[in-house]
């Protein structure tokens, strides 16, 4: 069902840029990206699966800024009162190490079709993708799951398939 999907939006003119999603080109893209997205995807999602920061807003939503991810409390009544009361509803909180917060960034960003461009992925974590996940790159590309560019690292299409396997081997 998934590559009668992907033909089939293909076939009506979208652009697959992530596992699930597609969308068309448009010229009201102002917004340069080195990632090759179709002027219509949700730059929203496309900053989660870069590591971008956001903001999370209700019961069970989630934040990450300044390096903290933090998780509202799920309970909606707790919530309201938390927030009534002046204070921040917050369940839990945890800041990653950076080479954890680097591994997470790059199991996310394998979800874009295009993957990582290495000196993209560098400038983003401070991290060089080929120095602390080479071993990994090479057993997803000896599987058949990932490609190896020379200028950077990408799941395949099969890969695409099993990008939650694939981006857990970059977990620290």
Not at 79 to 91: F, K, V
Not at 109 to 118: D, I, S, T
Request: net charge neutral.
């Amino acid at each position: 069902m998934y590559e009668e999907l992907v033909e089939r939006a293909v076939g009506a003119g979208f652009q697959q840029y992530e596992i699930a999603n597609f969308a068309r080109e448009t010229s009201l893209n102002s917004q340069p990206s080195t990632l090759n997205l179709p002027g219509r995807a949700c730059h929203h999602n496309v900053n989660y699966w870069r590591g971008g920061s956001f903001h999370g807003l209700g019961p069970s939503a989630t934040s990450y800024v300044g390096g903290v991810r933090t998780k509202n409390l799920s309970n909606t009544q707790r919530y309201c009162e938390q927030l009534e009361t002046g204070r921040r509803a917050i369940e839990s909180s945890e800041e990653l190490p950076p080479l954890g917060r680097a591994g997470e960034t790059a199991a996310f960003g394998l979800r874009l079709v295009g993957g990582w461009k290495f000196d993209e992925f560098q400038r983003a974590t401070g991290h060089e993708l080929r120095r602390e996940w080479l071993g990994e790159m090479r057993q997803l590309a000896d599987r058949g799951w990932g490609r190896i560019e020379p200028d950077g690292f990408h799941l395949t299409r099969a890969g695409l398939r099993f990008a939650d396997a694939a981006g857990e081997l970059f977990l620290r």
